[in-house]
Each structure stands twice: as structure tokens, then as C-alpha cells.
């Protein structure tokens, strides 16, 4: 069965910290999509980035970047110098196409906080 | 071009009524799933509707039902409430019939509802 993984439950760094969120995930398809959402306080999830399973190139945007292993199914964000606005909650999904629904699978989700 | 708008933004009910949440796709699609997220977890599929039926369903029991119109908007029906439903629920939309579902699916901003 599809699982995603993110075993970090709550970071906390300090401004201007580079941080590192991990997310594993778990698939018998070959074909398949990998996202990251940020959830701040206000509950509305903003898609981030979306990765598809032939693609392993690591890619930036801006203080963002996300690195993809297939041969350790892993899916993991790095964002650089962090800042205060920061402050959400991460969360990686595995797009899962069972009858063509593309359903999304979520991890637990990771607390980041960025003190200033 | 408006988003995907969810109405009510909060709802409180008790338990053992029945609730009904409501979900307008982003302009362009036609496809809504719907999501259930519990405190401290990430987002559960529910269900998903596309040409007015549902097409495929999570771990969820029949007292959770759906329903899509026409014009593609969607509702989410709860019956018989359980201080377990308490959760924000979240609608996503997508275009099958374009085939973008599984690169881009976008959230609305979801409803909090309290069972007490």
C-alpha cells in the first residue's frame, strides 16, 4: 500500500537557519507523482512543488529546494535561510492514480517554527 | 478567476445530526475530492467525484456520502455526527478530463467542523 512518511514531527530553528524536511514514501507504482504542501495557521494547504517518478533532477526556487532519490524513495525540502514566515506545517504527498482517482496520500505533516 | 471556495467556513453541531459542507471547484474543473483532516494529522481521502459520480472512496463509512451537480460543484454529507468527526475538510479540484489531476490539484480553504 502507498504510505508517506515524514518522521519529523516539530522542528524549531532560529532565523537564517537552513533546514531539512524529510519525507519517505512507500509505492508499488512505477509511475507516480510526489508534492509538498504548506499549511499555515489558516488551514489552506499551498501546493509547493510536484515531482513525477521519472524526474530525479534536484530542483531550486528561490530559498526552496527538494531533492529526489528513488533508490531511497525519499522526497526530502531544504529551505534556506529561513525566515518567520516560514513558520507552517509541511506536508509531502504521494499521488496515488487506483481507477484513474488520483488521490493524494499524506504524511503526519512536520511543525516548522522559525524564531526570530 | 476565483479558487476553489468552501462554505461554511465553521460549523458546530452535535453529535448525532447531520451536517452538510459544500464545495466550489476552480473554474476550468471538474473534478472535486474531498478530504477529512484531524487535529495533529495529515489531510485523509474521503472521496472524489467527476461527471456527478463518485469514483473512488477512502476508509471512510456510508454515514459519509457526496454528492456533485452539474455546474461541478460538490456537497459532503455527515450523518449521524460522532465527536470523532470534528476535523477540517478540505476540498480539492482538478480537471480529469484534462488529465491534470495528478500534477496539480488545488485546496480550498477548508471548513472546521466541531462536533460537541
Known amino acids: 500500500a502507498q504510505k508517506v512518511t515524514q518522521a519529523q514531527t516539530e522542528i524549531s530553528v532560529v532565523e537564517k537557519e537552513d533546514v531539512t524536511l524529510d519525507c519517505v514514501y512507500e509505492t508499488r507504482d512505477t509511475t507516480y507523482y510526489l508534492f509538498w504542501y504548506k499549511q499555515p495557521p489558516s488551514g489552506e494547504l499551498v501546493f509547493l512543488i510536484r515531482r513525477n517518478s521519472f524526474d530525479e533532477q534536484n530542483e531550486i526556487s528561490g530559498r526552496y529546494s527538494w531533492n529526489f532519490q528513488k533508490s531511497t524513495s525519499s522526497f526530502n525540502f531544504t529551505i534556506t535561510a529561513s525566515q518567520v514566515v516560514d513558520s507552517a506545517v509541511y506536508f509531502c504527498a504521494l499521488s496515488e492514480n487506483q481507477g484513474g482517482s488520483e488521490k493524494l496520500v499524506f504524511g503526519k505533516g512536520t511543525k516548522l517554527t522559525v524564531n526570530p | 478567476d476565483a479558487g476553489v471556495t468552501q462554505s461554511p467556513t465553521h460549523l458546530i453541531k452535535t453529535r448525532g445530526q447531520q451536517v452538510t459542507l459544500r464545495c466550489s471547484p476552480k473554474s476550468g474543473h471538474d473534478t472535486v475530492s474531498w478530504y477529512q483532516q484531524a487535529l495533529g494529522q495529515g489531510p485523509q481521502f474521503i472521496f472524489q467525484?467527476?461527471?456527478?459520480?463518485?469514483?473512488q472512496r477512502g476508509n471512510f463509512p456510508d454515514r459519509f456520502s457526496g454528492h456533485q451537480f452539474p455546474n461541478y460543484s460538490s456537497e459532503l454529507n455527515v450523518n449521524a455526527l460522532l465527536l470523532g468527526d470534528s476535523a477540517l475538510y478540505l476540498c480539492?479540484?482538478?480537471?480529469?478530463?484534462?488529465?491534470?489531476?495528478?500534477?496539480?490539484?488545488?485546496f480550498g480553504p477548508g471548513t472546521r467542523l466541531t462536533v460537541t
Open positions: 467525484y467527476y461527471e456527478e459520480e463518485e469514483r
Open positions: 480539492a479540484s482538478s480537471s480529469l478530463r484534462t488529465g491534470t489531476g495528478r500534477v496539480e490539484q488545488y
